[in-house]
Nanobody
Framework: QVQLQEAGPGLVKPPHTLSLTCTAL??????????WSWILQPPGKGLESIGA???????YYSSSLKSRTSITRDTSKNQFTLQLSAVTPEDTAVYYC?????????????WGQGTQVTVSS
């Protein structure tokens, strides 16, 4: 059963903005516990945290991507959205949304299905 559902384009041209939305089907994104996270996995590499939005609306970003990342939410739709600007082919990866118990604690209990995003002109 899908608990987090991602949506967004699989192909993005540089230097445009990558935008992915995650709909939480498991609980409210405003429940006083969780951090709603985005993670990427480049080809042949491990998982890398991008950022998260806390139940309160506070945001957290990895230092390596902070200048290009924005995570927002729509509580009426129980969705949170990743925007990664000025993409390059190096941003090609599988992107996941996931539920965590703290920023970057990697205690993920639910994951989205993963979205392959290719950055290419």
């Amino acid at each position: 059963q899908v608990q987090l559902q991602e949506a967004g384009p699989g192909l993005v041209k540089p230097p445009h903005t990558l935008s992915l939305t995650c709909t939480a089907l498991v609980g409210s994104i405003t429940t006083n516990v969780y951090y709603w996270s985005w993670i990427l996995q480049p080809p042949g590499k491990g998982l890398e945290s991008i950022g998260a939005i806390r139940w309160s609306g506070s945001t957290y970003y990895s230092s390596s991507l902070k200048s290009r990342t924005s995570i927002t939410r729509d509580t009426s739709k129980n969705q949170f959205t990743l925007q990664l600007s000025a993409v390059t082919p190096e941003d090609t990866a599988v992107y996941y949304c996931a539920r965590d118990y703290n920023w970057n604690s990697e205690l993920y209990d639910y994951w989205g299905q993963g979205t392959q995003v290719t950055v290419s002109s």
